[in-house]
């Protein structure tokens, strides 16, 4: 559903003009269709969250403006009084996400994916709502059977990892409950035993591996090794022979420094393929060149004779 915003989003603060068309297409382009009815006097710089149904969270950052001009007001307002009035105005124009479970059965959305979307809307909402605030939004998003299940579960204990409730606000124990309850439970030694099993496949970039890396190391619970734990699994597992002699070769690198000498030797191998595929193409066009020559001296002399 696309968000509305007022034409006053694409109007400058300092001279009343308004924006470039092509600024009114990129904000088309994101699904975002304009009120006219809404005249400017502020600009800010606003970040909104879309597409929150197929969790691709996209942020478009921009210089715009967003506010009515109050009729009553007599006096020109302050320009941080305008800005504040311009926040008010793109809340109203943030959409929630979907009901986390409205009906019994599964979630649509699982709950770590869910609860990153939530947590992004509280973010563009603002900090400084009280913890209460925040527990009344989040119980509100859960939907009707996601809150009959957040009744039912038990307070945070010591045994929790945390010293009871009284280390945690109620924003925060709360989502810890849910967090027992709706993330899966996994092996750390068999999410361990996948990650030292994973190695770089042929058609692979560095990045793509670092990230399959990361993002399989995410479960094993490595804690303050996880860094080490990644370069040591890359420098394993690379695909090229000469990248690996290149990282063994140095002493106890940072992750950092490993992937910085990985792409500086990868980039040096397509060099020197290049160039020799260059030189090559070069032997084969002179002894094509050579052939002829020798094809065409052949011809003169037959005829000669």
Request: aromatic content about 6%.
């Amino acid at each position: 559903m696309a968000s509305v915003f007022p034409t006053s989003l694409l109007t400058d603060l300092h001279d009343g003009s308004v924006a470039h068309e092509d600024s009114i297409k990129n904000l088309e382009v994101l699904g975002i269709s304009l009120d006219k009815t809404c005249p400017t006097v502020a600009t800010v710089s606003w970040l909104v969250c879309l597409e929150t149904r197929s969790l691709h969270m996209l942020y478009y950052s921009s210089v715009a403006t967003a506010t009515r001009k109050r009729a009553s007001s007599t006096q020109p307002r302050s320009r941080e009084a305008r800005v504040f009035v311009v926040l008010e105005d793109i809340m109203q124009n943030i959409t929630p996400p979907p009901f986390f479970l409205a009906l019994p059965g599964e979630p649509p959305i699982p709950w770590q994916k869910w609860k990153k979307v939530f947590l992004n809307y509280m973010h563009v909402c603002g900090s400084n709502l009280s913890s209460e605030r925040k527990t009344s939004v989040l119980q509100h998003c859960l939907g009707a059977e996601g809150l009959e299940i957040l009744e039912t579960l038990p307070a945070i204990t010591t045994s929790d990892g945390a010293e009871g409730d009284n280390s945690l606000n109620e924003f925060e124990s709360t989502l810890l409950r849910l967090d027992k309850h709706f993330l899966p439970k996994v092996s750390i030694i068999l999410q361990r035993y996948y990650f030292g099993k994973r190695k770089q496949t042929d058609d692979e970039s560095i990045e793509d591996f670092v990230t399959a890396l990361r993002k399989l190391a995410s479960s094993c619970n490595f804690g303050e090794n996880l860094e080490e734990r990644i370069r040591d699994q890359f420098m394993l597992e690379c695909k090229c022979d000469k990248v690996r002699e290149a990282l063994w070769a140095k002493n106890d690198p940072s992750l950092d420094e490993v992937l910085i000498i990985a792409k500086q030797v990868e980039h040096s191998m397509a060099c020197i393929e290049n160039l020799r595929k260059s030189r090559n193409v070069a032997m084969d066009v002179q002894a094509l060149d050579t052939k002829t020559s020798n094809k065409f001296q052949a011809n003169i002399r037959t005829r000669l004779m």
